[in-house]
């Protein structure tokens, strides 16, 4: 009988690699001139979109934004004429991202599909397909896979701006040499997040992405509630729970861009007697990373972390109770 969190553990440690490879390979695509691109995806594949999302819009100018699935798997439809619909899904198997991807192509999108099994229904249906490249997933928790469709999105990004391609490269080679990656103080991470029922992921740009993805990741392996916030949003409505037990992570990018917001958010939390922890990948001696890369780093980091809480509060992680690896939603 294998232990707890036997294959999250696994494949955790396989995420860098991934990642590598999905960013520097070769991809056979169409030509693409979009106008706008919309992303159409559900759990973490949709974290991963957030994270690419920011990365594309600075990169390109386009606007980039997410479509529920449920605008073509319910509704009707949107008109795309023009734009690109990046499907992303681990599994390819959703019937409703099925759906999606016919009705984007159906609408006038150019779809391109980012899936790990290969020849599955989202990647029939799409017109093209960027593959994530992780090997079976076992685990019912993504982890590599999410941090592989950053990286096959990345591969995208360098194709659509080419001056990105080098950065990005550079990037890949940074998390594919460092290493078994480990989080300084992540004893005391893990016991803070045992001792604490109630939790916020705070990031900004693509780390706001991060933050979507590692909430949901405390929720689901260790039963614990998280809730992401923009550090820009929390400081409104959403700081008022810091009057109760909190605990505050903050994935910081070391973006120049976000630091003052964060710094902020740090400071308000901490002065109204909240529990933080900043969490960045130079913790783990990663530099020179491009935002989404970073983003993708501060998962690699913090993953093991959610894995230990999940382990120390009984659970086995690579199942969790109620959950499955494809989710079939309408």
């Known amino acids: 009988m294998k232990a707890p969190g036997t294959h999250m553990r696994a494949e955790i440690a396989e995420a860098p690699a991934v990642f590598a490879r999905a960013v520097t390979q070769k991809a056979a695509l169409p030509a693409m001139d979009p106008k706008a691109i919309y992303t159409i995806a559900r759990g973490s594949s949709d974290a991963a979109a957030t994270i690419l999302s920011y990365e594309f819009m600075r990169e390109t100018g386009l606007p ?21 619909a990046l499907v992303v899904s681990q599994s390819g198997g959703s019937q409703d991202l099925v759906l999606s991807t016919e009705g984007a192509r159906a609408q006038g999108a150019q779809v391109l599909a980012i899936t790990n099994v290969p020849g599955s229904a ?38 659509l701006a080419p001056g990105y391609a080098a950065r990005a490269a550079a990037s890949a080679a940074v998390l594919a040499g460092a290493g078994p990656l480990a989080l300084r103080d992540a004893d005391s991470l893990r016991d803070a997040l045992v001792a604490n029922p109630h939790v916020y992921v705070i990031g900004r740009d693509t780390g706001y992405g991060a933050a979507i993805e590692l909430s949901l990741k405390i929720k689901e392996t260790c039963a614990v509630h998280a809730e992401p916030y923009s550090s820009s949003e929390v400081l409104h409505g959403p700081l008022q729970l810091v009057t109760r037990p909190l605990l505050i992570l903050i994935l910081d990018t070391e973006a120049p861009e976000v630091r003052a917001s964060l710094d902020t958010a740090e400071a308000r939390f901490r002065r109204e007697g909240g529990t933080v922890v900043r969490i960045r990948p130079s913790d783990a001696g990663l530099s020179g990373l491009t935002p989404a890369a970073a983003a993708a780093a501060l998962l690699c980091l913090t993953y093991p972390v959610v894995l230990a809480v999940s382990i120390a509060l009984g659970h086995d992680p690579d199942a969790p109770a109620t959950l499955s690896k494809v989710t079939q939603t309408t």
């Open 122 to 159: 989202v990647e029939a249906a799409a017109g093209a397909v960027l593959p994530i490249g992780a090997g079976p997933e076992l685990a019912v928790p993504a982890t590599k896979t999410v941090v592989g469709a950053v990286g096959a999105g990345m591969a995208l990004l360098s194709i």
């Open 64 to 84: 980039m934004t997410s479509l529920p699935p449920s605008i073509f798997s319910v509704g009707k439809g949107v008109a795309l004429d023009g734009a690109l």
